[in-house]
DNA sequence: ATTTATAGTATCGACTCAATACAATTTAAA
DNA sequence: TTTAAATTGTATTGAGTCGATACTATAAAT
């Protein structure tokens, strides 16, 4: 038997479920659903290594079959190319179109942007900060990795002798600054 | 043209579709959808002034449509029932069922409430700050009325003199102590 | 060589959600 | 008072979500 909720509870569960549902709502723009432009925003964002219908998948706790329909919708409007691995055969890369970034950029949540930006420096500060402890704590309750970018990653190796200027040192692979700054799905925090 | 997001917006965007689909994905426990149990969770909170389609329509800001459909599942899972309002015979009432009111009781959201009781008292105040001052903020930028509770509000009247404790002087009617905790559509604030 | 694990796709059913059209009242105006 | 306009809901449609299940192809491990 679950005790009834505390009436802080019942107002914070409150404040999160109307949060997100004007973030759902605002995932509307531009013909998009708002499954597609996660997908998109994390495309924009994923290093070469992370974007495959796996790591998205992970990423957004979906399961494989959702994400395989969200993938096709989008292959279908042109804005993500899929490209056979290589070296494994079952694996797909996944790449935005030109397309693809131009809206990217032009982020279904932007105007949720906008609104923090009228609000004083140091709400702002606060308001990310508080979505962050939330998110990790959510997360970490769940065993879930965070998904962090690559520089902040213990497998990253700065300044490599030869070629590109930095190394992931798990993967073996070279990587370009702007690389660096990427999401990984390897990432574990340094 | 837009500009590019700068990286504190991108970061910010990021932290919020993510924890929005971790609330989203919560939603789906005790075989309810997200949107039946922001149903479910409004009507448990509202007053009987507020407890029809059109005030919960407002509330999530979906549209006429999506709620109808929404109000007919829970209606058909026995979790709602609908009155006709005998003043206007073109409005709904809608009232939890007893196994409505039990069952909003163990929130789907609950977990996350969990998440955020392990953290330090001073996060949980952080947090909860933060979350309603953004929430404000985007209603207000949309032009939406906040939704808060009846004791608030400026319609408000403390210790009737006779009957019921309050009393709405918008609504000319008498209001328990119960009832002027809960989510009024009227409510504007003092 | 045969299991077992991994990466994806295909399909189903219940539901969401925006959009549109529609029906039944109220309410305001002419 | 009789239209006209606004309000409260329902019905339907089409694209998509999402969990679940089943399935295919390929790699790895025993």
């Known amino acids: 038997m679950n005790k009834a909720l505390h009436s802080n509870q019942a107002n914070f569960i409150s404040l999160l479920s109307r949060l997100s549902r004007l973030v759902n709502h605002e995932g509307h723009a531009a013909g998009l659903k708002p ?15 992370s974007r495959s219908p796996g790591a998205l998948t992970s990423y957004l ?16 409007k042109g804005l993500v190319e899929k490209t056979q691995d290589p ?10 179109t030109t397309v693809g970034k131009n809206l990217a950029r032009e982020d279904a949540l932007r105007p949720f942007a906008d609104v923090l930006e ?4 140091e709400d702002q500060k606060d308001i990310e900060e508080a979505l962050q402890k939330l998110l990790i704590a ?10 962090g970018i690559c520089k902040s990653c213990r497998h990253f190796r700065k ?4 070629g590109d200027p930095h190394f992931c040192d798990l993967l073996k692979e070279s990587l ?3 690389g ?8 574990e925090a340094a």
């Open 138 to 147: 959510k997360l970490r309750s769940e065993g879930n990795r965070p998904f």
């Open 87 to 96: 070296n494994d055969k079952r694996s797909v890369g996944l790449d935005l």
């Open 61 to 76: 706790g979906a399961t494989k079959g959702t994400i395989s329909q969200t993938l096709m919708s989008l292959e279908k």
């Open 159 to 162: 300044d490599a002798p030869s």
């Open 176 to 178: 370009s600054v702007v």
């Open 35 to 49: 499954a597609q432009w996660d997908a998109l925003r994390y495309l924009a964002q994923a290093n070469r290594f």
């Open 118 to 121: 009228v609000l004083s420096k």
């Open 180 to 187: 660096s700054e990427k999401i990984c799905i390897e990432q």
